[in-house]
């Protein structure tokens, strides 16, 4: 009944977003007769705020503080599936890591950052959820240490030059900093299947456009199935992520990478525990639950498994 | 030739410096008239208001008190006393700025140039930009923009102040013949006397700052005017005689 | 002159200082009109021609504006950034000048540091901003490098420019009077540079407060910029915009200041 | 003139030409100098005065450099960079520099506009970002948009500067001749300004690589400040140099190729 | 008296322009002498290059050919022919500027410009910033500095050259009261012959440009001469006349 809508996808350039450039590089938008653009954008706030505007359709962003408080704040956004979720599984995509010198000065716990330099990626978001993980493993809180919010480049001066004796990371770079004999993996299991990131439609928009939203959610779960299932084993994959993500396919080898569940429904249980976070730490500016089941939309996500499932 | 071109009455100026709470009176209760096609020259001690007196002419500074009629169908063409040559324009573009502003044709602009630039003798140097030029040919790059597009009224402040007696001879001789046949209203500005004697009908005499008129003499000698046979005539000593004493009267800046 | 002072009519002297004293009434009005963008913002958040869900109007962030001043914790914030603003100008601010002064007065220095200022300008900051940390730590140490090296660049280029444009008859006059090279600088160069000096200051100042919000954003705790970034990525838009504002008045403020320093220093000059 | 010219000697012909050779070969020698920024570079890194792993050799991040012109993956980063530079920087000239003149000319204008242009130039872009991107789209628009921010700034203040140092008889000269309000700015306040205009293309050109670099960091998928933001997310740290000396070859040629049309447009100023 | 304190011999200098590869020759094989304390003036058609050569003796031009002895224990002073004032100082520090160089004290700096400012009639805008000047008291300002430290040479371009006849007066009657009492070597560039049969010891007279030294002319009259006695006396005219002919047979820049 509706003509083919165009959907712009905000993305960020990292591998999590890698079944939207899948689906896009290989046809799967098309073969489900979506007209997608993929744009590039930076963080959650402003693709709230591009979505709730009604001046882009679609996006993925990570949950979080922001994401929360925007929810609050009435954005007019509906989420509709998964974008990214921590495996049950070790090597982590997003390990804990405590610098080299730290560890040949006898840091070798946990327990041994007590009032060390910790660095956190930013205050609100999900590196400052995992620090806080990963810090829980030693019995310890974020107000234990010292926290020093830097992303993972200036992580590695930091490392080198004793400004941090831990912190978060991410991979790639969490593999470079190995490699480069400037940090060590510390903890990696504090983050099992916590939900990193979803997708969100405007609202209008997926209250207008509905049969669009299922082919497109139809589209990225095939491409995620094939990426969660050995896809980036694949050479072609590998050099589609490459291309998005400005990274040289050599580093993309061999490295964990973030999962999706297979239907791609969100485990709100973890999203909760998110939430719950955030608000022991009085970042949030309202009191109570957030109302996420006004906005998730998990009847379009399953009418695309059915749609998956016929093909 | 009895119509007055310009009638100055009771102009007083001041200026006032907030930083210093200071004011200067720069010109007071001047009075004057200039006849259509009358050339007057005004002689008066260093800083007592003459240029400040034209400028107002010129309606490039406000007058404080009193009353300013100019008679004239275009505005007065002003020879400035510092250089005021463009430096971004060439010697020819500079000569011809107002011709340019006015969308005068390129083709007509440069054939009035060149004429005046002969007659300056800057033909030589047509195309050079101001700073490879000497202090005087600067300053005869500012007369002959002054004369380029034809002004009814002329205001001159020391034209030929930077110019060897030569250049001047030859000058004041020029702006005489282009008065002569044009018509044209001048006041002239000048510390020479003899300049003045040579140029002028009327020769308007300023006391020390703050500036007002002292005299105003009539200069009673036939043209065309010769200045060796001038010099002769008892009257022109008479007359310079009678200006010096005006001058050194009234100056406070005389010493030794 | 004193003699004839006297003659000039009560009115005359009203007239004759009016414009001076309209001139600073005109002045002291126009340090408000800022307040203009207020009411602007207001006004179109108020008809929603702007998103009120992101742009929430003055009227509504001036709560929570309030009771951060009443906490005090703003006042944190603004010293911090205050801190570090300084210092960082002050550090780029005088090489830069001093910098610019010798490669305008000096033919050799222009041709050899020219090119190289020329080629170390355009590198990101953002880029190299690891190398400054690695250098100079996580602290403020790295902040007010950063701030260093915009407002350096600014001054330079503005003083050497200043400095060419120096009447040729000044450097003559000085070097007549037997000036050292030391003494053409600082008597010389330096004051006929000033107007220029000051438009480079001036673009330093705004230049500082854009650059401190950005490198607050990594690895401090404290600043106006760290409390931007930190509402920003809580979504908490009021309290962001309190810091918008308290920047862009911190901006201002030194801008104003400045100004007020040049009328007095550059009395020659128009204002 | 002529008549005597043939009496100059040849030996001193030749002397007098002199000076213009020397300065047209110091001169283009100078434009190498940056080689020596490279060579210390090499220097302090094999010597390893600086962090091997953090500041690579030149001549070890050429080989990476050679492959990607090889693979001509660079070209296409330099050829979006350029785009959205020079774009923005049009964009954020031409209006800079006409209120620049009209605020320089203007008392009123500068008293009314003066303190709303301090008030916001000091205004964090980062801060302003979401509000570009609501009005001009994710796409390359808020990018030109963003470096005219910032190109504006430069050139509104280094125009008005210079206007206001305009000596007043050329005014005067200008007004005397006829010259209408429009005629007084394109013919007088532009050519008296262009001094201090030069100064800040120059400035404007430096920032807009560094500001590029910063739009590019998040935002986009091509362009050479991407390049360097996602070899740096992966600390591919050679491939990020060959990024930051692209960027910063690109800003020096741009500099340098304003330096050659100021030398043609102000050729009364010294250069 | 006898002793030489400037010797130019074959004084050659030509500018060249760059961009429009042109060659202008402004001084060509110039040769005088000036004796320790004499005092010359040199005249010359605009543009003849008076102003080069002066420039080159004061060390602020190169030379292309030719050579310069000075024989002085301190630099030579100069009054330039264009503005000069420093616009960032008032008038008292503009005159006190070479002195306040040498670290001069306070005190005595002010003692000694006050002096200055009597003088030349500046007294009562020595704390005025020079927009505050009209032209004639801006150059009296940059004669003043060129006084004020005392030099052996004084090389002086056009420095009456805006000022009237009165202030003029009064000022040549001060140099030339200074030069007497001091012993100073003076070089004094005019263009009015007047001036400089009053001042010189010896008139030197230059070409058209490309300049060359024409002729050498002693001054025969007494000190101190008495400027209307002066012009009773034949010998006045009859040199006024050499000078002018001298002018007029070589000057290019004669029309009509
Ligand atoms: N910087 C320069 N570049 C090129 N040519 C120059 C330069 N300075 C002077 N000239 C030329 O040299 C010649 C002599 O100039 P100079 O200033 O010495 O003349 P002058 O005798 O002082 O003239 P005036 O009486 O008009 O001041 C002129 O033709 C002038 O055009
Ligand atoms: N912009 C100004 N501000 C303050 N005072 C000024 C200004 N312009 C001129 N004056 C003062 O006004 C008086 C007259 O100046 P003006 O320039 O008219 O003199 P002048 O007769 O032309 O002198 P000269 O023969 O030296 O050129 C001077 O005392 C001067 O100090
Ligand atoms: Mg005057
Ligand atoms: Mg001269």
């Known amino acids: 009944a509706e003509d083919k809508p165009k959907i712009e996808f905000l ?88 610098s080299q010198a730290a560890w040949d000065a006898g840091i070798r716990t946990v327990q041994d950052l007590k009032g060390k330099r910790v660095g956190i990626p930013g205050p609100g978001g999900f590196g400052m959820y995992s620090v806080a993980k990963a810090l829980e493993k030693g019995g310890l809180t974020v107000d234990d240490v010292e926290a020093i919010y830097l992303p993972p ?65 139809a589209a990225y779960l095939k491409a995620a199935r094939q990426l969660d299932n050995g896809g980036w084993k694949d050479e072609r994959v590998l050099e589609i992520v490459a291309r998005y993500t400005g990274t040289e396919k050599s580093l993309l080898q061999g490295i964990a990478y973030t999962i999706r569940s297979e239907d791609g429904s969100i485990d709100l249980n973890s999203v909760r525990e998110q939430e719950a976070f955030f608000r022991k730490r009085g970042d949030l500016e309202y009191k109570g639950d957030v109302d996420i089941n006004s906005v998730y939309r998990s009847d379009l996500l399953k009418r695309a498994n059915e749609l998956v499932a016929k093909k | 030739m009895s119509e007055t071109a310009i009638e100055v009455r009771n102009l007083t100026k001041a200026f006032y410096d907030a930083d210093s709470d200071r004011t200067t009176i720069a010109a007071y209760e001047v009075e004057f008239e200039v006849k259509r096609g009358e050339f007057v020259c005004i002689v008066g001690p260093s800083g007592c208001g003459k240029t400040t007196v034209l400028r107002i002419l010129a309606g490039l500074e406000s007058k404080l008190g009193g009353s300013i009629d100019m008679k004239s169908d275009n505005p007065p063409a002003m020879v400035f006393q510092e250089a005021s040559v463009l430096p971004w324009l060439t010697v020819r573009e500079n000569v011809g700025f107002p011709l340019s502003l006015k969308g ?31 202090g005087g040919m600067k300053q005869r790059v500012s007369v002959a923009r002054a004369l380029v597009d034809d002004r009814e009224i002329l205001l001159m402040d020391e034209p030929f102040g930077a110019l060897d007696e030569q250049t001047r001879l030859v000058l004041q001789q020029e702006l005489l013949r282009i008065w002569e046949t044009t018509g044209k209203t001048v006041v002239f500005i000048t510390h020479s006397v003899d300049e003045a004697l040579t140029l002028a009908d009327r020769v308007l005499v300023m006391s020390p700052r703050p500036g007002t008129i002292i005299a105003d003499l009539a200069v009673p000698f036939d043209r065309p005017r010769d200045v060796v046979e001038m010099r002769r005539d008892k009257r022109f000593w008479d007359l310079t005689y009678e200006v010096w004493r005006l001058l050194a009267s009234t100056s406070p800046e005389r010493h030794a | 002159m004193s003699l004839v002072t006297a003659k000039l009519t009560e009115e005359q002297i009203r007239e004759l200082k009016a414009p001076a004293q309209r001139e600073r009434l005109f002045r002291t009005i126009s340090y408000f009109s800022p307040i203009l963008l207020l009411l602007l913002w207001e006004v179109a958040s108020q008809l929603n021609v702007i998103d009120r869900r992101f742009f929430p109007p003055p009227s509504a962030i001036a709560g929570t504006f309030w009771q951060m001043i009443t906490s005090f914790e703003i006042f944190d914030h603004i010293g911090a950034t205050l801190r570090r603003v300084s210092v960082g100008y002050v550090m780029g601010a005088i090489p830069g000048i001093l910098l610019g002064l010798v490669l305008g007065l000096s033919q050799p220095a222009r041709r050899v540091l020219g090119p190289i200022f020329a080629a170390l300008y355009p590198v990101p900051k953002i880029a190299i901003l ?39 008859i000044y450097l003559d006059v000085a070097k007549n009077a037997g000036a050292t090279r030391l003494q053409t600088f600082f008597r010389i160069a330096l004051p006929s540079a000033l107007p220029n000096i000051f438009t480079g200051l001036r673009l330093a100042a705004g230049s500082s407060y854009i650059i401190i919000a950005a490198a607050e954003f990594l690895g401090a705790r404290s600043g106006v910029g760290f409390f931007i970034w930190a509402s920003w990525q809580t979504f908490a838009v009021s309290r962001m915009f309190v810091g918008i504002v308290v920047i862009s008045a911190l901006g201002y403020f030194t801008i104003l200041a400045l100004e007020l320093i040049e009328r007095k220093l550059v009395p020659w000059a128009k204002h």
């Open chain 1, 11 to 98: 993305y960020s350039p990292f591998a999590d977003y890698a079944p939207f450039f899948l689906a896009e590089d290989l046809g799967y938008f098309d073969e489900y007769g979506v007209d997608v653009t993929l744009s590039p954008k930076s963080g959650t706030a402003e693709t709230i705020q591009m979505l709730a505007s009604g001046n882009v359709q679609a996006g993925a962003a990570t949950w979080g503080a922001g994401l929360f408080n925007s929810i609050n704040a009435g954005a007019t956004v509906a989420i509709v599936a998964t974008s990214a979720k921590m495996p049950n599984t070790v090597p982590s995509p997003s390990p804990f890591m405590v």
């Open chain 1, 153 to 217: 480049p200036a992580t590695a001066a930091a490392f080198a030059n004793g400004g941090l004796e831990a912190g978060w990371s991410i991979e790639p770079f969490a593999l470079q900093l190995e490699r480069e004999g400037l940090g060590r993996r510390l903890v990696e299991d504090h983050t099992f299947g916590t939900e990193l990131g979803f997708i969100a439609f405007n609202k209008e928009f997926v209250e207008s456009h509905e049969d669009a939203v299922v082919n497109f959610l």
């Open chain 2, 104 to 134: 005068v044709s390129a083709a007509k602009r440069r054939a009035r140039v060149d004429e005046l630039l002969e007659l300056t003798g800057l033909a030589d140097f047509a195309d050079a930009l101001p700073h490879r030029l000497s």
């Open chain 3, 130 to 168: 690891p190398l400054i940390l690695l250098i100079f730590g996580v602290g403020d140490a790295s902040k007010f490098v950063v701030i260093a090296i915009g407002v350096f660049f600014l001054l330079l280029y503005n003083t050497m420019g200043g400095v060419m444009q120096t009447p040729q």
